[in-house]
């Protein structure tokens, strides 16, 4: 799996094949990103060359030169007063992509007025490459027999019971950060959108035309996931109604992805007006970045500015959170980095980041297997892990498209962020209002409560935890659906009820016509709109006054809304009467109401 599973430094990846699949094998899945398949190898072209190849000398480097927001001007022309040329300059974040040869460049430029942070990108040479890019491949296409089937992820995330209530809407675009997109692909193609399609490789835009197209793999097969058309072919993306736009991040030959590529991705991101980007990679070269290191720190800065920007715009970045099986709540070592030169041994703390989705902003996707567990590879730790998707595992990958028509199966967190960012997009078709602030609470208070398995290391509740953050998305959820009626007896009150400050109410529902008692399983849904959850606490009271508790949220819990259901034993109570659902507001300032809430017997 291409490194976007950048995320994958040492991972597991299973990859099986279906008809139409692409073989990889699984002994080299870990490395595939690093070196593009020969059938794919960029053709070289002159045409629209950004410089003169001439201009590009043996040991150029790469650096992000940090200053305040604005105009650049005096940092640029300090740029090139100390040895060095500027690449790419984001005055709107005060970031310049500056290129030397010059070993003392960075310190020199740290001693100028108005730098904040400089820090090289990469430990390796920029290649010749960035001054005359090469346009990637664009393979003939082969046709396919396959009819579009209820895949295991769609129907795990009620992907296809969204369907029938919408499928998004072509006013919303995503944008796939990734090794670049086959737009050509019959799947794609209905889709995607040429007009903000870009390369980003090596740190500026290049908008000619095919620019955009995947140098591996990985990114066609993301894709495909987030809205592969519902034409009747192939298969059927969770949005299928939305538009994709390719910005290509990852350099040919290496696939991998400099500080300089995500800074340029997030940029045209929030200018290009993507409600939703997906990031199945992290930052090369180094699988953590340290603020106590001068380069990682610049590094941090620089794409974490290039992130606020984008979603500033209205952009919400989702991102796979690895899978190298990594507690992200409790590290400790890396022996992966950096990983365009020589790794080394170095031991971390938690101001370490895994970039950009650690980033504050970026909703951290873990990856389930088939049927909900958490898959063997996938990263997870308490308080970084903020949902949880289909990404596959042993022999249940994610079958999703491949370039040149193709189609096959991969599994990984790159497969599972793709997932989030489909829902998160069929969320902002339905509600074409919500910011990115918005969007991560729906996903959040949405999502089915996934309660942590017989194992040490996932901590947490039921509601929030190491292993799948707030639950399981759900794509039925986010589009205003309803889960089929269920086939017990089935009560429900649709009264609002105003919950004010320091304060308890009470919404009845009168159950008739069920002989005996209630079940050991009795489901309580609850559909509360509320400011801030972690002022609530909620309780069913049966007919004779008996309390059952439901949940009391944790005070410093800040989001909004409570979508869940619950499951109560009260086989002890006489099923027929007034039942209550009772909710205390135990705090100031914020209020709400219950919307409507049901028991199922």
């Known amino acids: 799996m291409p490194v976007a599973a950048a995320v994958v430094v040492g991972a597991t990846v299973a990859l099986t094949a279906p008809a139409q699949a692409q073989v990889l094998p699984v002994e080299k899945a870990a490395k595939e990103a690093r070196t593009a398949p020969a059938a794919q190898a960029p053709a070289k072209s002159a045409a629209g060359a950004q410089a003169a190849t001439a201009a590009w000398a043996a040991g150029t480097r790469a650096y992000l030169v940090i200053t305040t927001p604005g105009d650049t001007t005096a940092v640029r022309t300090a740029v090139t007063s100390n040895g060095g040329t500027v690449f790419a300059a984001y005055d709107a974040i005060g970031v310049v992509v500056a290129h030397s040869t010059s070993a003392s460049f960075a310190a020199t430029m740290r001693g100028v007025a108005g730098v904040q942070q400089v820090g090289a990108t990469r430990t390796s040479d920029v290649p010749a490459d960035a001054y005359n890019p090469a346009l990637p491949a664009n393979p003939s296409q082969s046709t396919t027999t396959l009819n579009e089937t209820n895949r295991w992820d769609m129907t795990q995330i009620k992907a296809d019971q969204a369907w029938a209530v919408t499928t998004g809407s072509a006013a919303v675009k995503v944008g796939v950060l990734d090794t670049g997109v086959d737009d050509r692909h019959q799947d794609i193609a209905p889709n995607f959108n040429a007009a903000d399609s870009v390369s980003c490789a090596y740190g500026k835009a290049d908008t000619r035309a095919g620019a955009w197209r995947d140098v591996g793999t990985h990114g066609t097969h993301v894709a495909g996931t987030i809205a592969a058309a519902k034409n009747g072919k192939g298969v ?11 910005v290509r991040i990852a350099e040919p030959t290496t696939s991998l992805f400099f500080a300089e590529n995500t800074i340029c991705g997030f940029m045209w991101a929030g200018d290009h007006g993507f409600k939703v980007t997906n990031n199945s990679y992290y930052t090369d070269p180094w699988q953590f970045n340290c603020p106590d290191n001068v380069d990682q720190a610049a590094i941090i800065e620089g794409v974490r500015r290039a992130q606020a920007y984008a979603e500033s715009k209205g952009s919400l970045q989702v991102a796979a959170a690895g899978n190298a099986n990594y507690d992200l709540a409790n590290k400790t070592t890396d022996t992966e980095s950096p990983n365009d030169s020589t790794p080394v041994t170095r031991t971390l703390t938690n101001a370490c980041i ?7 902003g970026v909703v ?18 308490n308080g970084i892990i903020d949902i949880t998707a289909p990404g596959g595992d042993g022999a249940s990958g994610v079958y999703s498209t491949l370039p040149g028509g193709k189609y096959g199966s991969m599994s990984g967190t790159s497969m599972a962020s793709p997932h989030v960012a489909g829902v998160a997009a069929l969320l902002a078709s339905v509600n074409p209002s919500y910011t990115p602030a918005d969007i991560r609470n729906a996903l959040a208070t949405q999502a089915t409560d996934r309660a942590c398995p017989s194992d ?32 017990g007896p089935y009560f429900e009150n649709l009264a609002d009820v105003t919950i004010v400050d320091n304060a308890t109410v009470e919404s009845p529902i009168t159950v008739s016509g069920v002989a005996g008692n209630a079940p050991a399983t009795l489901k309580v849904g609850v559909d509360i709109k509320h400011t801030y959850r972690g002022d609530l606490v909620i309780s069913l009271v049966a007919p004779d006054g008996t309390v059952y508790p439901l949940e009391d949220f944790a005070n410093s819990d800040s989001a909004d809304d409570v979508a869940k259901t619950y499951a109560v034993n009260a086989s002890a109570e006489t099923a ?21 809430w049901n028991l199922t017997f």
Do not use: H, M
């Open 364 to 381: 951290t996707v873990s990856a389930q297997a088939n049927g909900g567990a958490k898959a063997s590879y996938s990263n997870f730790g």
């Open 576 to 596: 027929n009467g007034t039942w209550k659902l009772r909710v205390q507001d135990i705090a100031s300032q914020d209020t709400g109401r219950v919307d409507a």
């Open 456 to 487: 040490s290391r996932c901590t947490g509740t039921t509601a929030k935890n190491g292993f799948f953050g707030e639950g399981q998305v759900d794509a039925l959820k986010a589009v205003g659906g309803a889960t089929p009626p269920p086939t």
């Open 236 to 246: 059927i993306g969770v949005a299928p109604g939305v538009k994709i736009s390719s």
């Open 354 to 360: 895994d970039i950009p989705t650690e980033l504050p």
